[in-house]
């Protein structure tokens, strides 16, 4: 399977616990998306990279969550000392540098307890 | 602030009749229009977009700028139509790709 993959598909957590998800996107798209998406509503932007910098982050991005893409390949996020607030499908994205086509990833299921 | 409105949550239309799942949008740019679709166990998909003008799989959305409206339309329904959609809007100048969704209509084709 050549798509983007996420892992793992789900994640059971207490509060308080640390968690972290990989994406890995499709091999030569440049650009990386992290999206959440919560029960009912649409996927909402939360931050994205080109290559390893990140250009953009979400309001949604609290200093609870941190996202990297060390060699501008796979990418990971990061959320400490989770809340049941953060329960939610975290969904990872990638495209080609000057193409608006988003490819998505399975999404990582988080539930927070 | 840019903001996509979808009004339906739920949409049930019988086979072989028309479908239309209504999308309105607010940006202050450029906007690029975009259908994604998520079918059953599976992930989300683009189904088109508003350059391209193309008909994909029967569906077809015209931009309109003067109503701000990118409406998904169908002739005939079929049952594997049955999804759900978002419309969703990105910016079309560099660095401003990223994509704001709709909340979605689940549309439900009746045999």
């Known amino acids: 399977d050549t798509g983007v993959s996420q892992d793992p598909r789900h994640k059971i957590t207490k509060r308080g616990q640390n968690v972290t998800f990989r994406c890995d996107p499709i091999?030569?798209?440049?650009?990386l998306y992290w999206y959440r998406q919560t029960l009912g509503q649409g996927p909402e932007f939360l931050t994205y990279?080109?290559?390893?910098?990140?250009?953009?982050k979400s309001r949604l991005l609290s200093d609870r969550f941190s996202a990297e893409r060390p060699k501008g390949s796979f990418s990971t996020l990061e959320i400490q000392r989770t809340e049941q607030g953060d329960s939610a499908m975290y969904l990872c994205?990638?495209?080609?540098?000057?193409?608006?086509?988003?490819?998505f990833g399975p999404g990582t299921r988080l539930t927070v307890l | 602030a840019q903001r996509v409105t979808q009004p339906e949550k739920l949409l049930s239309v019988f086979k072989g009749a028309p479908v239309e799942l209504k999308c309105n949008y607010s940006y202050s740019g450029s906007p690029e229009l975009f259908w994604y679709v998520q079918y059953s166990r599976q992930r989300l998909q683009l189904l088109l977009r508003h350059i391209s003008r193309e008909s994909i799989k029967g569906f077809t959305a015209d931009l309109n700028k003067g109503e701000t409206s990118f409406h998904l339309k169908k002739p005939f329904a079929q049952e594997e139509d049955s999804a759900m959609y978002y419309c969703a809007l990105s910016g079309a100048n560099f660095g401003n790709e990223k994509l704001t969704f709709g909340t979605g209509t689940r549309l439900t084709i009746i045999p």
């Open positions: 994205a990638s495209s080609l540098r000057g193409s608006n086509e988003q490819f």
């Open positions: 990279f080109q290559n390893e910098a990140q250009l953009e």
């Open positions: 091999s030569e798209h440049n650009r």
